[in-house]
């Protein structure tokens, strides 16, 4: 499996993810370094924050300014998540240039999560779909509807694979651009990740699902990464050092972690267009500005292999 | 990819490759609670020690012991390493079943790790093959040939393809039974690990090379695993809590955790005949012994998904 020229997305999600679920609230200007500096080292989507009322999540209420920032970074594509209508008006004005909403396919997590169950989240998605269908052509946002706890959930149990493809089927049906998998809970393994996307995508077609959230609570996020992989998907979510993703518990990281992500691919000869060392850079950024949290992740401790030559020519893969 | 009663063999290392490691000794007494109770959770291969110099290596200095007595266990291959001719007489006197030999790919490796060049090294193979060619044909230990630094070296870098099949052809034609593959540095990534299984099968045949030792050095070892078992391998080396393998850095788990390894087969529908919650239960063994060393794993922090049920049905793998 020599993937030579294959290019992966990589979408950043630790100034909303990462940030929403630490208890330090990192500066504004902080996290305008942070999203500058991932850029530089090759980013090209960065999910920057969430539109959600400051009391709720008073670590992203600055996010219409992180998006007016962010929007004036070439090459990279803003992206924000919103729990409703509001939030994709907010979004919207701001300058979002993706917006994704977190649909539980869970009912009972849907419930605790964004208080909706699911004909009432179909509303907002429905709403949100008009909204957009009202701008003009080319300020229209990407719209994603992510399919959370779509490997089973911490209030359920397994989620239905029946169910998961009903779910996808509806919010393609109702307007979404694409959907998004994600294993919110960090239950996914493999054989699984496989066998979803073959049936999402016999569902509602390859091009509406591209991409996957995965964490690493239980050590397979890298492999499940590659489970994706190989049923060719081509986006990857992460965050650097692995900020976020509800650990679980000390040591367990939620997200995977990107610096690890990055290696893993770059070593296999895809091509990321991410540069490790400036990217390794950038944790000492995050770290100054929220001291007190802690950042994981494998390569950063270890290094890339003596000799390693960076740029999808794969490691080992020359005889 | 659902592969239903598929066996996969974990090998256990820890007391070997886990203890030689770490600087806590721990009691005899200890070790065969640990390995007894290893096998009572369903390990059927265990590395119980290493013939070396007690003054080398005095964690392991009661090798013979443990081997004697873990040969009283029934259902389980008692492994050792040995690193010359001298140490495979004392591991089959003591009764060990499978020896390894462990043979540095990199020149510049096996005269650090071995003191041996490679032509010293395979005298010492071919005096074990010899010897154990004059022992009666029920009394002969399997004895494989590992391949270290496979797949990069710290002191060479990138370790080429054609020389690690070179040195696989010479362990075979010297008469090893099989080889097995070491990443000893943490340098492999999933595309390699498939290149270099398949090679090495074209070059001895797929019988003489079945398992892998993977490390979780820069976060890939499981999607290693995943590639390696893709490719056809079905053994697996791995540590409890992750004990061992050089780790190399603080937070940096050198091989990969035998817990999170079995949760990922388990879940994926593969059969490893281990009862994950026993397997947890023997960290608290280890972790009593040696309460100086940290011990590794996210399945351990995060336990099994809600409503789990192991023994190979698969998650998420059913409608």
Redesign the interface.
């Known amino acids: ?3 030579d020229g294959i290019d992966i997305l990589i979408s950043e999600v630790g100034p909303r993810d990462g940030l929403q679920s630490v208890s330090s609230i990192m500066p504004t200007e902080a996290k305008k370094v942070w999203i500058k500096a991932l850029a530089d080292a090759g980013l090209r989507e960065i999910e920057v924050g969430s539109f959600v009322p400051a009391k709720v999540l008073p670590q992203l209420a600055d996010t219409a300014e992180i998006v007016t920032f962010a929007r004036t970074i070439p090459g990279i594509q803003v992206a924000t998540l919103v729990p409703n209508l509001k939030g994709a008006e907010n979004a919207i004005a701001a300058g979002a240039q993706k917006i994704t909403f977190p649909l539980s396919v869970s009912e009972t997590h849907s419930q605790k999560n964004l208080r909706m169950t699911h004909e009432q989240a179909f509303i907002q998605i429905k709403g949100i779909v008009e909204l957009i269908k009202s701008l003009p052509a080319d300020k229209r946002p990407l719209f994603e509807g992510s399919l959370s706890t779509a ?12 169910k998961l493809v009903k779910v996808a089927e509806t919010l393609i049906g109702l307007g979404c651009d694409e959907v998004g998998l994600a294993d919110t ?8 990740v ?3 996307i073959t049936e999402i995508w016999n569902a509602v077609g390859k091009d509406k699902l591209t991409g996957i959230h995965l964490h ?5 996020g ?2 499940n ?3 994706a992989l ?1 049923t060719g998907l081509t986006t990857f979510d992460s965050s650097l050092g692995g900020l976020g993703g509800c650990p ?6 939620g997200n995977i ?1 990107t610096e ?1 992500l990055v ?2 691919l770059d ?3 895809l091509r990321t267009g991410i540069d490790i060392a400036k990217l390794l850079k950038v944790r000492e950024i995050v770290q100054a500005a929220i001291p007190a949290e802690t950042m ?4 950063p ?3 890339v ?4 030559v960076q740029g999808g020519h ?6």
């Open positions: 499996m020599h993937l490997f089973g959930c911490t209030l359920e149990g397994e989620v239905p694979l029946t809970t960090g239950y996914a393994n493999p054989a699984q496989k066998l979803t690493n609570t239980r050590g397979l890298l492999a990464v590659l489970a190989e679980f518990a000390p040591g367990a990281s972690v690890d290696f893993m070593s296999m000869g994981y992740g494998f390569t401790d270890a290094g292999p003596l000799h390693y794969g490691w080992g893969l020359s005889a």
